[in-house]
C-alpha cells in the first residue's frame, strides 16, 4: 500500500490520506504533492532520462527530470531526493525549488527543482520499470533539445522560468 497525503490548494496538511491504488478517489478541491528534480552537473552539462518504454504516458520519450509522487509523510525536498536516487542512483545536492503549481488533471501540486552535482557521469543507475537510459547534454545542446518537439510539454512548461533566466532555451 502506498498512501499519499492529501492538501488544500495552498498546500495545507489536510490530516487525511488516501491509497494511490485503492478504489477511493482524491476528493474534490483536494490535492497529492508531486515533485520532479532537473540534475544538472557543476560542468554545466543536463541529464536526460529515458522514460521506459512500458510507462502508460511518454514511454520512450526523453525528460530532463527524475521524480513521482510523494509518500505519506515526506516533505516535497524529501520526495525529490528519494526519487532521484531510486530513479539514477544520484545524489542531491543543494535543492533549488523554480516551480510550484496545482495540476487539476493529476490533481497534483507540482514541485520542480534543480540540483547541480558534482559526479562521475557514468554512475548514473538505471531503475527498471521507470528508466532505460540516460545521456548528458550541453546547454545548447539543451537548447536544440527544447525546441525540437521531443519534450515533454508540461514539464517544459514548469520549467520555462528558469530555463529563460538561465539561458537555456532560444526560441
Given at each position: 500500500?502506498?498512501?499519499?497525503?492529501?492538501?488544500?490548494?495552498?498546500?495545507?496538511?489536510?490530516?487525511?490520506?488516501?491509497?494511490r491504488?485503492?478504489?477511493?478517489?482524491?476528493?474534490?478541491?483536494?490535492?497529492?504533492i508531486?515533485?520532479e528534480?532537473?540534475?544538472?552537473?557543476?560542468?554545466?552539462?543536463?541529464?536526460?532520462?529515458?522514460?521506459?518504454?512500458?510507462?502508460?504516458?511518454?514511454?520512450?520519450?526523453?525528460?530532463?527530470?527524475?521524480?513521482?509522487?510523494?509518500?505519506?509523510?515526506e516533505?516535497?525536498?524529501?520526495?525529490?531526493?528519494?526519487?532521484?536516487?531510486?530513479?539514477?542512483?544520484?545524489?542531491?545536492?543543494?535543492?533549488?525549488?523554480?516551480?510550484?503549481r496545482?495540476?487539476?488533471?493529476?490533481?497534483?501540486?507540482?514541485?520542480?527543482?534543480?540540483?547541480?552535482?558534482?559526479?562521475?557521469?557514468?554512475?548514473?543507475?538505471?531503475?527498471?520499470?521507470?528508466?532505460?537510459?540516460?545521456?548528458w547534454?550541453?546547454?545548447?545542446?539543451y537548447?536544440?533539445?527544447?525546441?525540437?518537439?521531443?519534450?515533454?510539454?508540461?514539464?517544459?512548461?514548469?520549467?520555462?522560468?528558469?530555463?529563460?533566466?538561465?539561458?537555456?532555451?532560444?526560441?
Open positions: 500500500m502506498e498512501l499519499w497525503d492529501l492538501y488544500t490548494p495552498d498546500g495545507t496538511f489536510t490530516g487525511k490520506t488516501i491509497d491504488h485503492g478504489s477511493e478517489r482524491i476528493p474534490q478541491g483536494l490535492y497529492h508531486s515533485c528534480v532537473m540534475v544538472r552537473h557543476v560542468d554545466g552539462d543536463i541529464l536526460l532520462m529515458k522514460r521506459a518504454h512500458s510507462k502508460k504516458e511518454y514511454g520512450g520519450f526523453y525528460e530532463n527530470t527524475a521524480g513521482g509522487s510523494a509518500q505519506s509523510g516533505t516535497p525536498e524529501q520526495c525529490v531526493v528519494r526519487e532521484l536516487k531510486e530513479e539514477t542512483g544520484l545524489t542531491a545536492g543543494r535543492l533549488e525549488l523554480v516551480d510550484r496545482l495540476n487539476e488533471k493529476y490533481k497534483s501540486i507540482f514541485y520542480s527543482f534543480v540540483t547541480t552535482i558534482d559526479c562521475d557521469k557514468n554512475s548514473v543507475v538505471l531503475q527498471p520499470g521507470e528508466t532505460e537510459g540516460y545521456r547534454i550541453s546547454p545548447d545542446e537548447n536544440d533539445f527544447l525546441n525540437s518537439g521531443k519534450d515533454i510539454d508540461l514539464l517544459t512548461e514548469r520549467y520555462m522560468d528558469y530555463y529563460i533566466k538561465n539561458g537555456l532555451i532560444r526560441r
